[in-house]
């Protein structure tokens, strides 16, 4: 089944220009002009991708990915003006799965599109049985779901391709070009900015204090691990 995407944003230009690209990629296109249209189609139709415009009438792309993260977890990527830093930033923040800046072209859109859908399909199928455990941190892939102690972590698909990688190379020291490429895609190896605020807000939800974190460390002018238990218990 082709995916579904819903696009946000109050340029036509950009609407018609992102529609059509998309569509002849084979995916099921609804539009909204701004956010509340976008919050209207969301609660009734539940799209796999949401592509949402920062700068928008009536309710901003910040304040409509806040209240859709409140009841949903579908894949997010903001688009925002060059420049835009801080904007870039909030809407990882919120949750946002990636970014594209405008202006930007078709085949890079595509191609982040796809990437998003690939990780959000890894989080849908990941693994049969398996449970992996961090300390207080439990993993189950079978189901796709995280717990701190008795507590579900609600993690967005790319939170928890991250996670998963850090798991699946348990006291390996992973550089930011490895986690990017990993994680994102080839394309994004050199955007440290999407990972600094993907490695905050996974610590987060899952340490007990962000500022101390025992199951994402950074390893300086190295890159980040997660360590094996006995490797903390010697510290």
Known sequence: MNARILIVDDEPLYLRLIKVNLEQEGYLIATAKNGQEALDLVSHEMPDL????????KLDGITTATRIRQFSNVPI??????GEERDRVRGLNLGADDYVVKPFSATELVARVKAVLRRSQLKENAGRSRILTHG???IDIAKAEVFKGDHPVYLSATEYKLLIHFAHNLGKVLSAEELLTTTWGPGYKDEKEILWVSIARL????????HE????????????????????AKK
């Open 213 to 232: 974190p025992v199951h994402i460390v950074t390893r300086t002018g190295m890159g980040y691990q997660m360590p094996a238990l006995d490797e903390q």
């Open 77 to 82: 990527i903001m688009l925002t003006a060059l």
């Open 50 to 57: 949401i592509i949402l415009d920062v700068m928008m009438p």
């Open 203 to 210: 610590r987060q939800k899952l340490e007990d204090d962000p």
């Open 136 to 138: 207080d941190l439990k």
